[in-house]
């Protein structure tokens, strides 16, 4: 699972980057809004822990730049505000949880798993839509301009991890935890093996949108031209 990690408190910022990576997370970290503006449309995160008292943005206002764009990425607000004004700002700006400084990590991962849970567990999607492609999760039908087509469960999975994360490059690690799980040991070649089967689907829909390969790294949905 991966955590981004904006605090501009540098040493608590380092101390919850040091936790979760010893509890086998994988941290990003920044220390100001705009830093933490470009790591989250860069990256594909399944939870970001935003500070509210970040320099050049608070929180608060970046949190709803988010939302605005139509990024869903579970937040988690962690802050020593800790009024009820300040709770009901934070969870009516778009955080999915509120923290209130100081806590205890186990108390943070617990909320992280909470978010993350409901986030990509049962809680039903709306259709998802890119390009020339939508796609209905509760039916697991993929549509196209060359008709529709219903997925496995698991294909539907691996295609509405990369709708949600569209433009954006998904890590092999990232996209095999948020369908198998992040404790599973399913083969490498699994995730080849789905990704194989979307080309196919794609294609015989007649889509211009692709799932490229990025060297080194993982996959990428794209429009082509």
Known sequence: MRILVMEDDRALCDAIAYWLRAHKYEVDECHDAAEGDFYRKEGSY?????????????????LKKMRAEKDRTPVIIITALGTLSDKLTGLDGGADD????????????????????????????????YGDLTYDPEELKLSGPGGCMV??????LVMETFLLS?????????IQNRVWGLYSDV???NLDNYIHFLRKRLKGLQSTTKIANVWGVGYRMEETE
């Open 46 to 62: 399944d939870c970001i822990l935003l500070d509210r008292m970040l320099p050049g943005m608070d929180g608060i206002s970046l």
């Open 98 to 129: 509120y923290l209130v400084k100081p806590f205890e990590m186990e108390e943070l991962e617990a909320r992280i798993r909470s978010v993350t849970r409901r986030h990509f567990g049962t809680d039903p999607v709306s259709a998802l839509s």
């Open 151 to 156: 997925l496995s469960k698991k294909e539907g």
């Open 166 to 174: 569209a433009g954006k490059t998904l890590s092999r690690e990232a």
């Open 187 to 189: 083969e490498q070649t």
